[in-house]
């Protein structure tokens, strides 16, 4: 195993040589990540760490005059190696400056080894098919809902199926070729189901025919723990579409090698980096995290979610949410709004009190279970809710950047 040692200069070279020895791999490179103190060839330039992965103003002729029996780099692809061994520490380099260079090696399929930590990259499957996946850094944050905007961007001129997976998906991937009614989740809920699985949500709400799939756990860098994802993706090839689009779940990552990969973003802290280095694209919740996205070198783009009502709505209406989409724009008489699908204690007691003629209902959480329930109890109109993706003004146009890195209808990589 070829290993490149990540180095800083509070330790003495003495002691780093003699570290860099003993280490049961053959050690190709060192690069400095930091720190000046034990420097006895003075304090180079390379002395500071940027988040590019390289040390600041680094080249050869800057690096310290120490030798360390190794060759000195100035970046983590600078030499072939097998893993990265971390023999830096505190004060150089603290947690969150660990995890982004454990992001960094991550993202160049790199283990990031240290004393009593390893983080291994997550595996990506090939892919017979054109593909795009949808990934988050967490839950309830629109990753779904960006899901769908994909799914009908490519349906417009290509066959397309969506691939989901979920913390209640089916044991056995599930083919939804119709889109599901609020009855039948009705239905589907009273039999024990989770009735707003991502894959019913994107089937209701897109109609592209969607495999559904499920997946327990999830690693820090993505790695579902289990899932049936791979079984998934071999039903939705057998189908025979143009384009095969992965939903994520949560932060876990589908273990597909897709063609492009989006990722939805409220927070680059941690191992987050790692999931934004290997998408081709970052649509950021704030500011904050699209200036943590441009600092990674990532086409960035800001974005809100709206809602929209998938059918006329009638009389008085009450608006059932997880999240804080706005509901003003809404044309319709809004006389309650429930932001308390995923707490059912608060939703519960909202009901008893509720009263509303149509409920427009976000399909997460308890949507059917309690709140199409209590309106079929009561005779109430259920209108289901989908978010739109709506860029910032002056933002780059996502639905081009996505069609210009997917290739042309009908073709097969």
């Known amino acids: ?25 053959e050690v190709v490179g060192a690069l400095l990540v930091g720190g000046t103190e034990k420097l006895r060839g003075g304090a180079p330039g390379a002395a500071g760490a940027r988040s590019s992965g390289r040390p600041s103003s680094a080249s050869p002729a800057t690096l310290p005059a120490e030798d ?30 660990r995890l982004l260079w454990a ?46 905007h994909v799914a009908r961007l490519l349906a417009r001129d290509r066959d397309v199926v969506v691939v989901a997976m979920g913390r209640g998906g089916p044991p056995e991937p599930e083919v939804l ?21 991502d894959h019913l949500e994107t089937a209701a709400l897109v109609g592209v025919p969607t495999v559904g799939c499920r997946r327990a756990g999830g690693g820090m860098a993505g790695a579902p723990f289990d899932s049936n994802v791979l079984e998934g ?52 919740a704030s500011e904050e995290v699209a200036e943590a996205a441009r600092a990674l070198g990532r086409p960035t783009i800001r974005f809100s979610l709206r809602l929209r009502p998938v059918e006329p709505l009638e009389g008085r209406v009450a608006v059932f949410t997880t999240g804080p989409a706005p509901v003003a724009h809404l044309d319709a008489d809004v006389v309650f709004c429930s932001r308390s699908l995923a707490r059912r204690d608060e939703l519960e007691a909202q009901l008893e009190t509720l009263d509303a003629d149509t409920y427009l209902v976000e399909l ?35 639905d081009a950047f996505l069609l210009d890195r997917l290739a042309p209808p009908g073709s097969r990589t």
């Open 177 to 197: 070729r119709a889109p599901p009614t609020v009855a039948e989740l009705v239905e589907l809920a009273r039999s024990g189901r989770h009735a707003a699985s």
């Open 364 to 398: 997460k959480a308890a949507a059917i279970d309690l709140v199409a329930e209590d309106a079929l109890a009561r005779g109430r109109r259920v209108v289901l809710a989908e978010n739109e993706v709506v860029p910032l003004p002056g933002e780059p146009d996502l």
């Open 68 to 97: 360390y029996g190794v060759p000195l780099v100035d970046a983590l692809d600078a030499v072939e190696a097998d893993l990265v061994v971390d023999l830096s520490d505190e004060p150089v380099l603290g947690p969150r400056e």
């Open 103 to 148: 992001s960094r090696a991550l993202a160049l399929g790199l283990p990031y080894v240290g004393a009593d930590f390893r983080f291994d990259p997550p595996r990506y499957h090939p892919f017979e098919l054109p593909s795009l996946a949808v990934v988050g850094t967490g839950k309830r944050i629109g990753k779904t809902a960006v899901t769908g």
């Open 233 to 284: 993706a071999r039903v939705a090839a057998s189908l025979g579409p143009d384009v095969v689009v992965f939903d994520g779940s949560g932060a876990a990552i589908p273990p597909i090698a897709a063609d492009v990969r989006v990722l939805v973003a409220h927070d680059l802290s941690g191992l987050n980096a790692y999931r934004a280095l290997v998408s081709d694209v970052v649509l950021a």
């Open 1 to 25: 195993m070829r290993a490149l040692a990540l180095i800083d200069g509070e330790h003495y070279a003495p002691v780093v040589r003699d570290a860099l020895a003993a280490l049961p791999y």
